[in-house]
């Protein structure tokens, strides 16, 4: 450990939210990023003038990611999605979205007593501790806070929503309860230019501070320096650089449809209540797409064991009123990972997540969206990323007053 450097491996959005945190400390970064792209599942493409993410993406404006950006001076620019002409879809029919008091009211989706059992439920989610549910599935968190079958379908749509996972026999509730409290709290922001707005400036924030970025140059083994900040992907990623093995990941996966319209769909947001897919108006931000045209994205959230179909998908972008007349062109992705392994019930939930700090590596340090007690989907990537710069940070710092 004769380098006093501070070394990132990966350069994806906690890697780099790391090295920022650390570049600002004013500590010396390097970090190495295998491909010349920078950004990993937040990177943004680029198709005949549209801008398609790595599926649907939405930045939390109440969670871990938004408060770090804002401490790093990046102010995240974005559209709130469509809250208002919300539909469902279930047995075959297109319902309004019961969201608020008037839609609760006019739905055709629920009975008057399911109506009155989900406005508590929803009034009173707001108010409970989401770690006085962990260890306990979210099949039986919902059965026990109802036993009507209506009611328990609806809210199991809505955590797949808010959570992008579909393993309710195995994702922890407190997750569910987080999510849902975020997304019905201060909501959510669809990102001008897409995600590759976020990378960017991250990128800016640590060239700015002085640190270094290697493109092109993945670091297979851990490098000679003071700390080293792991940021890879999921734990079979991390295994292989850190050289410690973590236990297999139980991942959530989608399948995801991306397409261009000649003109925006007639309902901008869908969700299925009997069928675990959604559509969202993604084309709404400043800069997704070219003048007068739109687009959605669609996604399949798979269970474990299930197929990706894109011919579903096709069919349920009907639901908006999208004709095939309307489709310049789509973009498929069969399976991608949305969380790279959730957070267990069988484990306690978001506090028995992975450490930042790797078992028997002194001054090495973990990042991603399964470490550490934090946050979901980004908020646990950048909430991880906090906690391992200043870790890292505390360790040269330590070797320096040793020496």
């Known amino acids: 450990m004769e380098h006093q450097e501070i070394h990132v491996i990966g350069g994806g959005l906690g890697g780099l939210a790391a090295a920022a945190l650390v570049a600002r400390s004013g500590h010396a970064v390097v970090v190495h990023e295998r491909r010349g792209r920078l950004g990993g599942r937040a990177t943004t493409d680029q198709r005949d003038g549209f801008l398609f993410n790595q599926g649907p993406h939405a930045l939390y404006v109440g969670g871990n990611a938004f408060a770090l950006l804002r401490e790093l001076g990046i102010r995240p620019r974005g559209t709130t999605p ?13 319902h309004r979205a019961p969201g608020g008091a008037v839609s609760l009211l006019r739905t055709g989706l629920l009975g008057r007593r399911d109506k009155a059992e989900l406005a508590w439920l929803l009034t009173r989610l707001q108010r409970v501790a989401p770690d006085e549910s962990a260890g306990r599935t979210v099949n039986e968190w919902v059965d026990g806070l109802t036993t009507r079958s209506e009611v328990r379908e609806l809210l199991h749509a809505i955590v797949r929503l808010a959570t992008y996972t579909n393993a309710p026999d195995q994702l922890s509730a407190d997750v569910a309860i987080r999510q849902i409290q975020l997304a019905f709290g201060r909501g959510v922001l669809y990102l001008d230019g897409g995600w590759q707005q976020l990378v960017t ?57 991306d397409i261009a319209l000649v003109r925006a769909p007639l309902h901008p947001f869908v969700i299925g209540v009997d069928d675990p897919i959604y559509l969202s108006d993604h084309g709404r931000p400043e800069g997704m797409c070219p003048d007068g045209r739109s687009s959605v994205s669609l996604a399949q959230y798979l269970a474990p064991g299930d197929q990706p179909e894109r011919r579903r998908l096709a069919e349920f972008a009907g639901w908006a009123g999208i004709a095939d007349g309307d489709v310049l062109h789509e973009r498929y992705l069969h399976r991608m990972t949305t969380v790279s392994s959730i957070a267990l019930a069988s484990t306690g939930g978001l506090a028995g997540r992975a450490s930042v700090q790797v078992p028997d590596r002194p001054g090495v340090f973990v990042v991603g969206d399964w470490v550490g007690a934090q946050g979901h989907l980004a908020d646990a990537v950048l909430a991880s990323a906090r906690t391992a710069s200043h870790a890292a940070v505390e360790h040269v710092t330590q070797i320096a007053r040793a020496r």
Not at 217 to 240: M, R
């Open 82 to 94: 469509p809250t208002a002409g919300v539909r469902m879809v279930k047995d075959g029919e297109l």
């Open 201 to 257: 400036e991250l990128a800016r924030v640590v060239t700015d501070a002085g640190g270094v970025i290697l493109r092109e140059d993945g670091a297979h083994e851990l490098p000679d320096a003071g700390a080293v900040i792991v940021a890879v992907g999921g734990p079979s990623e991390t295994s292989n650089v850190s050289g410690h093995r973590y236990p297999s990941a139980v991942p959530a996966e989608a399948a995801i449809l």
